[in-house]
């Protein structure tokens, strides 16, 4: 090719990105934009460990709320991003947090709020469906509404109803699966039976005269049952939990005592290889509800009063041998 025709072609070529340029500037505008939303969401992401860790923070309203401001300014700014549902759902489980230790029904009704602003306007990403559950059980657990958590559930039967063709899609490109032959080598199922158990790794609690909420703060979940026991003599009535397979961290301390409200105090031993137990040592026989919450994993233990009565928000919740993991 001759010094001319190149030039000639090279003109054209040039030409040509700027007429792509000129009608599709998004093609640009929007690489930019997603990388500056998934800026955004670390920052927001980086700011809550930094709050998570501060056990003063905690306690005031304030620092929750610029938290969750930062993940609905990415929302706002990128609701176009793959990030903007991580954005909304992160939302949503802080105001669900922020109830925990707030005691305020709106703070739960808002975040059921965003929960469905995930599911409506990202039907199709993974926090949709995550979204639902987080739904379901709110309604379930803590409002107590059969109607509206069933709704719920069929919402989700339906939503995953709706995938079998892109479920196939991914089946049939999968690897296949190991012939029996394959199968026969390995060592028949020890390595898939060892259990790895759940570290109870802090105990927080807090009070009100006719309420109480202990929580235990665990490394991954584990199963649990909890019971009752009526008062005996010289024993006042308690509520113990044993978890398994789990272990106590080494820095918590046996006996936890309270003496505030409906609990005396709280103890916890591990008297063989993988159930701990939880005692709590109640003032009074009350109304409990036990029940268990992901990301973190955390097993939470209510105490309410027979004569239960309209309070304020419950006192801050005091932080036991470690810091609170959102």
Not at 174 to 187: D, F, L, N, T, W
Request: positive net charge; hydrophobic residues 40%; contains cysteine.
């Amino acid at each position: 090719m001759s010094s001319v025709k190149f030039l000639t072609f090279w003109r054209r070529f040039q030409v040509f990105l700027f007429l792509v340029f000129l009608i599709f500037p998004g093609i640009i505008s929007s690489a930019h934009a997603l990388t500056e939303a998934e800026k955004a969401y670390q920052q927001a992401e980086k700011e809550l460990k930094r709050f998570a860790a501060s056990k003063k923070k905690l306690k005031y309203r304030r620092y929750w709320l610029r938290v969750i401001a930062r993940f609905k300014e990415v929302y706002r700014r990128f609701p176009e991003s793959r990030v903007a549902p991580k954005a909304l759902y992160k939302t949503a489980r802080l105001y669900e947090e922020l109830y925990g230790y707030s005691g305020r029904k709106k703070d739960l009704l808002t975040a059921l709020k965003y929960y469905r602003l995930v599911w409506e306007k990202y039907p199709r990403s993974p926090e949709a469906t995550q979204a639902l559950r987080r739904a379901i059980r709110v309604y379930e657990r803590k409002l107590r509404d059969p109607v509206k958590a069933l709704a719920l559930k069929k919402r989700l039967k339906r939503s995953s109803a709706s995938k079998p063709v892109a479920a196939q899609k991914e089946k049939a490109s999968s690897p296949k699966k190991a012939s029996p032959r394959a199968k026969a080598s390995r060592p028949a199922g020890k390595v898939l039976a060892v259990k790895i158990g759940g570290t109870i790794k802090q105990i927080r609690h807090w009070s009100s005269a006719d309420y109480s909420r202990v929580v235990l703060d665990l490394s991954r979940k584990v199963s649990y049952q909890a019971h009752v026991l009526k008062p005996q003599p010289g024993k006042p009535p308690r509520l113990y939990v044993d978890l398994e397979p789990a272990r106590i961290s080494p820095y918590l301390k046996p006996l936890v005592p309270v003496k505030d409200g409906l609990l005396k105090q709280i103890r916890f031993g591990q008297y063989r290889k993988n159930p701990v137990r939880v005692v709590l040592d109640l003032a009074s026989l009350t109304d409990s509800r036990v029940f268990f919450l992901d990301e973190p994993a955390r097993l939470v233990i209510d105490l309410i009063g027979k004569e239960t009565r309209q309070k304020a928000c419950p006192s801050p919740p005091k932080i036991i041998n470690g810091e609170i993991s959102l």
